[in-house]
């Protein structure tokens, strides 16, 4: 028996690329050319998904078995060839908010030192801005960067709570070494220098002090510190003679200054109990300055302290009325100091922090202090060395009056020599941020000696958008970078408006019709229209031929957005933790518009809305974003229009209660604006927009409008119906004990999904038909007892309209977390099973029966059977950190479910391979209906994974969008990288594909056209000589 | 066997006719062909089992159809209910036929004229395709080529109304 022609077919995965690391060797075949790892594509091979032994003495059964597997995993192959990487797909990656910067000092450094909040390590490009190498560690605290000092090539870290001691080659990110430390909560650490030469790095932490080497991370000695119960040591001092100074203190009470020394960590001198009544914390009041004389400033007395740690014993007071300076009541002033090289002592100079806006260059030399210069309005200072000469640089508002509002948002900063004061000329780098009023929070400049010994310098500003911004003399932006993109917390992908020709064509349609000669002269002028964009685009289309191909580029910017031929490129809008907005074009990832919301505090909540969609010209396309802030509680609305970004001229609401929850109707108001319903803490309700008409349409359904409330601390789900005066009612109530489970998630069904089949074709031929209950909620609970042979997972399926529980059922011991997909009438879920130790997934699909109870409508209030719960549990062989399915314009196309792992990969997963109908003995009837066998582990092949190499680190979400096209679904995965893709869970079956072979196609049928001819031609002249015959 | 190159005409020739001697050309006409009888036929005989003749052609028409059932019931056991080419082109075919058969009726009707018992052979005719076709329509039924069952108007069945909208979720 001749296997059949997909069975020879082993070279096909050739063309796949599929993974990153361990690919099987035959997917790199070295064959056909010079490439590593990118396969040659070729011309017309279609990619099979997998190889199937073929075996020529099996049985029929056993080869139609087979057979039948080759056509049910021959359309999972999801993976691209060579030329289509970067094509439909982009990558973007982050570090996050700035917490260590460090700049080389020379003109031709290239790059820099950052560590971030997101617990990154990594080096950015200083002339362009590229990550030249990141490393991600944990997401949780326990990644969290402590410190970071850079001594030469090396980075050196301590993370982990200061458990981690980490050195970087900062060249190429490689890990010099690396040692775990004790346990003890973290203080401070620094270099240490001997005689000229940095060579170790002192760990101070709350009970001990190490010295380790910096050349391999070995420990030289630890020394416990004495009294550490009652003294809490904050400061470290050392430069270059030998001993290490740490400072204690017992707030409000006295200070410890312990000198080490270097050698053996003996402590060589001891003074305590340094009387210092007035001082609560060492950080930020106090410093120290030139050799080893600590400075601390007192708000109470307003007055210096100075003590010097080598030789004094008493804190001597300099009161600041001697110098001029008031401070600004209710500010904690704080000193600024600098120490250019650990081998040698401090700067003498210091700056001093009054308020502010008002810093004061102070000196303390010689036992005397003196006043340098002052900044009244400056925003933000910063000390920078180049080899003798130490600068301080000074950010101020352009307009010296609002110096921390500042409107105009133009900012100048300036260079003064610390020894003087003066400023030093042509160093002023002027530049202005977006007028949306973020404020700059941060300044790192990088001075260096230009080849006449003037100072030269660039400074990176970081603003409270998370913006880094790297500047140039005279006030050139080299690059920037939107940080606050490594956290997106909300994604909505709209539909880009049409061109200015079909939005005229669909206004003509959409508009009451006025009259026929009315109708006819709007005709003839779309026509028009469209005549002139026609022309233009000949007109472009000449005038692009003459040009080399490679100068052409179709750039993406606001002004000539329009919707593709398939909608395949919409507009991303973004939310970001940090409370600004992004507008992303999504074919190419480029960034149109930002806004950036200043009344945003850190840790609000999000639920962006999209309540007018571009379909419905003239009318601007609006969404609105809900912001509610976790402290007071208070929300409000902002309303924007999500192409251009602008604030929309709608006036919001007033919220003056708290915001539980929204509910976007699918009624419009007159002006095709989808209504919002927000309920507030006295369940009471507000529309928007609040029209007369809305509102009267609102009275006639408000019966059939309910919300559903889950407050997770107290275990309650609650259901509300709303009442024609718009306030509710309590209709339903479901208690879940907090003492034994807490609520972790709730998950209701995308309301914009539709279904295109409403049931399940049998072998019989009989229909299975689903339940399609869109009232449909998954509740998840984890159990608060977490020890391995107790601990559970419930899972409940509740009508949101009436909270009948539909299903429950609780998973013993498993535990989350628990990713958790709802969609069409089925929920899968993922857990831990402690018991076997692996991760699982659970599908439950819920059915009606083979008869529908009520064909036309879907009422909850009106469903006297339950549905057939059907389950069924799979084995996964990794942790996943995002989950979403796929979704389709009408839903025809098969789903698949794209599960994010920890390795940064996404994977496509075929729904069918996670259907409770899988049987466990295959018969002739589940062979009819193409169910696969059951078998209980699914396995990650890499041809699967949709985004091949480009990982995403730290994924926390994937949104999916429909296209234009059936076959097409868009996805974009965030976390701290953003990654956007297609996907054809079914293949492209709705389009040509990429090697469509036009050229033959075209010339056999011209060939065909042409010998029709002329052999009609010789038929005739042959017909006419028999004639004469 | 004489073979004789004769003039320039011909390259040769073979005469079959030619007896040996060398008879002259011409001399073979008055024979005829083989199987040439110089006796005419009888007519008075003929015309009987001429009638016979008729009738019995006008049955074969009319059984023609009914006489094709076993046939297409054994070729209909062979074919199997999978769905594949040759089965489907055996159906069709076995849906074609008689339906042409029905077309062309008249025609056949026609042909029947000389019948005395054409009404008869008519029906039965009519009985025959009649039954080849229900025969192919029983044939696409086992194979599932019939629209018959809820699931073949699957697609075309629309979502329910949506009566009630709901919203929420946990609280912000």
């Known amino acids: 028996m001749a296997p059949p022609p997909c069975f020879e077919a082993p070279s096909a995965p050739r063309g796949l690329l599929g993974a990153p690391a361990g690919c099987p060797a035959r997917c790199l075949h070295p064959a056909g050319g010079a490439h590593a790892g990118f396969p040659r594509r070729q011309r017309r091979g279609r990619p099979f998904g997998f190889e199937a032994p073929s075996a020529p003495g099996a049985r029929p059964g056993a080869a139609m078995a087979a057979g039948l597997w080759a056509l049910l995993l021959l359309p999972l192959a999801a993976a691209v060839y060579e030329d289509q990487v970067g094509k439909f797909d982009w990558r973007q990656q ?6 260590f910067a460090s700049l080389e000092a020379s003109q031709g450094s290239k790059k820099l030192i950052v560590a971030t909040e997101k617990n990154v390590v990594a080096a950015l490009n200083s002339r362009s801005g590229e990550i030249l190498w990141r490393h991600v560690d944990k997401g949780t605290p326990e990644g969290a960067i402590d410190a970071m000092m850079i001594h030469g090539q090396d980075a050196i870290t301590v993370s ?111 003074v305590i109990r340094v009387a210092a009544p007035w001082l609560k914390s060492l950080n930020g009041v106090c410093s120290v300055v030139g050799e080893a004389v600590l400075v601390c400033m007192d ?40 120490q250019p090289n650990v081998i040698s002592p401090s700067r003498t100079q210091f700056f001093l922090q009054l308020s502010p806006s008002h810093f004061s260059l102070l000196q303390y030399k010689h036992g005397l202090l003196s006043h340098l210069r002052d900044f009244q309005q400056a925003a933000l200072v910063s000390f920078a060395t180049t080899g003798e000469k130490t600068v301080a640089a000074v950010l101020t508002c352009r307009s010296e009056l609002e110096s921390l509002t500042c409107s105009n948002q133009t900012y100048n900063i300036n260079l003064y020599l610390v020894e003087t004061g003066q400023r030093l000329l042509d160093t002023t780098i002027t530049f202005t941020l977006e007028q949306s009023g973020a404020k700059p929070q941060q300044l790192y400049i990088q001075v260096f000696l230009k080849k006449d010994d003037s100072v030269g310098y660039r400074a990176l500003v970081q603003t409270e958008d998370h913006m880094l911004i790297f500047l140039q003399q005279p006030g050139k932006v080299v690059w920037s970078r939107e940080e606050s993109l490594a956290e997106v917390v909300s994604l909505e992908m709209v539909d880009l408006p049409l061109t200015g020709a079909q939005a005229e064509l669909e206004g003509e349609f959409g508009k009451k019709a006025d009259g026929l000669l009315g109708m006819f002269l709007k005709r003839l002028s779309s026509q028009l229209i469209l005549l002139q964009a026609w022309t233009a685009h000949l007109w472009k289309m000449f005038y692009d031929a003459r040009k080399p191909r490679s100068q052409i580029k179709n750039e993406i910017n606001i002004d000539n957005l329009a919707r593709d031929e398939f909608n395949l490129q919409k507009m991303m809008v973004m939310v970001t933790a940090s409370g600004k907005l992004f507008g992303i074009e999504s074919s190419s990832g480029t960034i149109l518009w930002k806004q950036y919301l200043r009344n945003v505090k850190p840790g609000s909540s999000f639920k962006l809305m999209v309540q007018r969609t571009t379909a419905h010209f003239p009318h601007p396309p609006q969404c609105t974003l809900l912001v509610k802030d976790r402290e007071t509680k208070m929300s409000f609305l902002y309303v924007f229009n999500p192409i251009f970004g602008k604030r929309s001229q709608v006036a919001p609401p007033v919220l003056k209660r708290p915001i539980l929850q929204t509910l976007l109707l699918p009624i419009m108001d007159q002006d095709y604006a989808k209504v919002l319903l927000l309920i507030d803490d006295e369940y009471k309700v507000t529309a928007f927009p609040a029209t007369k008409n809305v509102l009267r349409q609102l009275e006639e359904i408000a019966h059939s409008i309910f919300f559903y409330l889950v407050d997770a601390e107290q275990g309650k789900l609650s259901g ?38 409403q049931g399940r074709v049998m072998g019989d031929r009989s229909v299975l038909y689903k339940s399609l209950n869109p009232n449909l909620l998954a509740v998840v609970t984890e159990s608060t007892d977490t020890h391995h042979e107790r601990t559970f997972i419930g899972i409940y399926l509740i009508d949101g309209v009436t909270g009948r529980i539909i299903h429950s059922s609780v998973q013993k011991k498993a535990k989350g977390p628990v990713h958790m997909v709802h969609s069409e009438n089925w929920v899968v879920y993922q857990y ?55 979704i389709t314009e009408r839903g025809i196309t098969s789903r698949h479910l794209l599960i994010g792992l920890p390795s940064g990969a996404i994977l496509s997963l075929p729904k069918a391979l996670l259907d409770p109908r899988r049987p466990e003995i295959p018969t002739e009837q589940s062979r009819e209906e193409n169910l696969i066998p059951y078998s209980p582990d699914v396995q990650i092949h890499a041809e699967r994974f949709i985004n091949y190499n480009q990982t995403i680190s730290r994924m926390r979400g994937i949104y999916t969008a429909p296209s234009g096209l059936e076959s097409t679904c868009l996805v974009v995965a965030y976390g701290l990288d953003i990654y956007q893709t297609r996907v054809y869970p079914s293949k492209q079956f709705d389009v040509l594909k990429d090697d469509y072979d036009y050229v033959l196609i075209s010339s056999v049928l011209f060939g065909l056209v042409f010998a029709t001819m002329i052999t009609k031609r010789l038929a005739q002249v042959k017909l006419l000589n028999r004639a004469w015959r | 066997m004489a073979a004789a190159v004769r003039g320039r005409r011909f390259k040769w020739s073979l005469e079959l006719a030619a007896a040996p001697g060398g008879r002259p050309r011409g ?84 042909a029947l004229e000389s019948s005395s018992r054409r009404a008869l052979q008519g029906l039965v005719f009519l009985v025959g395709n009649g039954l080849g076709l229900a025969l192919a329509l029983y044939k696409c039924q086992a194979m599932g080529l019939l629209p018959t069952r809820p699931s073949d108007w699957l697609a075309f069945v629309a979502p329910p109304q949506r009566m009630e909208f709901t919203g929420g979720g946990l609280i912000l």
């Open chain 1, 94 to 99: 982050y570090v996050g908010k700035l917490k």
């Open chain 1, 160 to 270: 982990n709570a200061g458990r981690i001691l980490r050195s970087w080659e900062t060249n190429i990110g490689g890990l010099n070494w690396e040692m775990s430390l004790d346990t003890g909560s973290f203080q401070v650490a620094s270099l240490v220098g001997l005689q000229d030469v940095v060579k170790y790095v002192a760990v101070l932490k709350k009970a001990a002090i190490s010295l380790h080497y910096l050349s391999n991370g070995h420990q030289k000695w630890v020394e416990h510190l004495p009294e550490s119960e009652s003294t809490q040591y904050q400061l470290l001092y050392s430069h270059g003679t030998g001993v290490i100074h740490v400072l204690g203190i017992v707030p409000q009470s006295h200070l410890n200054i312990l000198t080490f020394s270097v050698e053996d960590g003996e402590i060589t001198k001891q």
């Open chain 1, 299 to 338: 708000m109470g007395t307003h007055s210096l302290y100075v003590c010097s740690l080598e030789t004094e014993q008493e804190m001597k007071q300099i009161p600041l009325q001697s110098l001029d300076l008031e401070f600004a009541d209710g500010f904690q002033p704080r000193i600024l100091a600098t």
């Open chain 1, 720 to 757: 509300f119906r709303l009442k024609k005066d718009l306030t509710t009612e309590e209709s339903w109530e479901v208690i879940i004990p907090t003492e034994v489970q807490r609520i972790v998630t709730v998950k209701g069904k995308r309301s914009s999904e539709h279904v295109h089949s």
């Open chain 1, 832 to 886: 831990w099973n402690t018991k076997a130790r692996r991760n699982e997934f659970t599908v439950l699909e819920l059915y009606e029966g083979t008869e529908q109870y009520n064909a036309t409508a879907f009422s909850s209030l009106d469903r006297p059977i339950l549905p057939q719960v059907l389950q069924q549990s799979y084995i996964f062989p990794s942790a996943i950190s995002a989950m979403e399915a796929t």
């Open chain 2, 27 to 110: 001399a073979a006409e008055g024979r005829g062909p083989l199987g040439f009888a110089e006796r005419q036929l009888g007519e008075g005989g003929v015309h009987e089992s001429d009638k016979i003749l008729m009738e019995k052609r006008c049955w074969d028409v009319a059984l023609a159809p009914l006489k094709q059932i076993p046939m297409n019931l054994f070729i209909m056991y062979m074919a199997g209910n999978t769905i594949s080419i040759f089965p489907a082109m055996m159906v069709c075919m076995m849906g074609w036929r008689p339906l042409q058969a029905l077309m062309s009726l008249s025609a056949t009707l026609k």
